[in-house]
């Protein structure tokens, strides 16, 4: 059963830098898939932030692109996540999520971590 | 971007009713070449992520109880829960996969009445 675990600092200091990763049990990431990066600010529904494969192909929400990083490290397992110069707007729950398709794309998504919240607050 | 639009914001129904949701797309998420609707919807109950329940607008996830269906085409979609339950208190979302970026809606609360 695919499990997936996000960690990071739950308080970021506006203007900083935001460093998440996404571990993964029980599939190698390498393998296949699509994973990606989703947040939900409080209140509201999920935003995508972006989607990235093993084979290095990856595709951010324009609104994000700028200061999104999404990056695989197979030998970890592991799926992380760069945002910079965040802000107060950038305070929500952050989730990882594997695309649904093993053979490419499919843009939605079926299983989920349990989310990590993070505060931007100075 | 393909703004989502979901309706109404909530609503309460009696244990073993009907409940329907409606999620509208801001153009139509329908693909003409493989006549796919690319529309899902995922549940999420308090402090859990998102579930993902349909996709395709209308294929249940494995697992999904059958009382859970969706319809609809092009830029109105339906989610139906035929018989309510309990366990089924939750904000439902849809979200559209048609175009990138990929967009949800704002939710439905569901409760008992």
């Known amino acids: 059963q695919v499990q997936l675990q996000e960690s990071g600092p739950g308080l970021a200091k506006p203007s900083e830098t935001l460093s998440l990763s996404c571990t993964v049990s029980?599939?190698?990431?390498?393998?296949?898939?699509?994973w990606g990066w989703l947040r939900q600010p409080p209140g509201k529904g999920p935003e995508w932030i972006g989607s990235?494969?093993?084979?290095?192909?990856?595709y951010y929400n324009p609104s994000l692109k700028s200061r999104v990083t999404i990056s695989l490290d197979t030998s970890k397992n592991q799926i992380s996540l760069k945002l910079s110069s965040v802000t107060a707007a950038d305070t929500a729950i952050y989730y990882c999520?594997?695309?649904?398709?093993?053979?490419?794309?499919?843009?939605?998504?079926?299983?989920w971590g349990k989310g990590t919240t993070v505060t931007v607050s100075s | 971007d393909i703004v989502m639009t979901q309706s109404p914001d909530s609503l309460a129904v009696s244990l073993g009713e009907r409940a329907t949701i409606n999620c509208k797309s801001s153009?139509?998420?329908?693909?003409?070449?493989?006549?796919?609707?690319?529309l899902a919807w995922y549940q999420q109950k308090p402090g859990q992520p998102p579930k993902l329940l349909i996709y395709?607008?209308?294929t249940r996830e494995s697992g999904v109880p059958d009382r859970f269906s969706g319809s609809g085409s092009g830029t109105d979609f339906t989610l139906t829960i035929s018989s309510l339950q309990a366990e089924d208190v939750a904000v439902y979302y849809c979200?559209?996969?048609?175009?990138?970026?990929?967009?949800f809606g704002p939710g439905t609360k569901v409760d008992i009445k």
């Open positions: 979200q559209q996969y048609y175009d990138t970026p990929l967009t």
């Open positions: 029980g599939y190698s990431i390498s393998s296949g898939y699509y």
């Open positions: 153009q139509s998420v329908l693909y003409s070449s493989n006549n796919k609707n690319y």
């Open positions: 990235m494969h093993h084979n290095g192909n990856s």
């Open positions: 395709w607008a209308s």
């Open positions: 999520a594997r695309d649904a398709c093993t053979g490419g794309r499919c843009d939605y998504m079926d299983v």
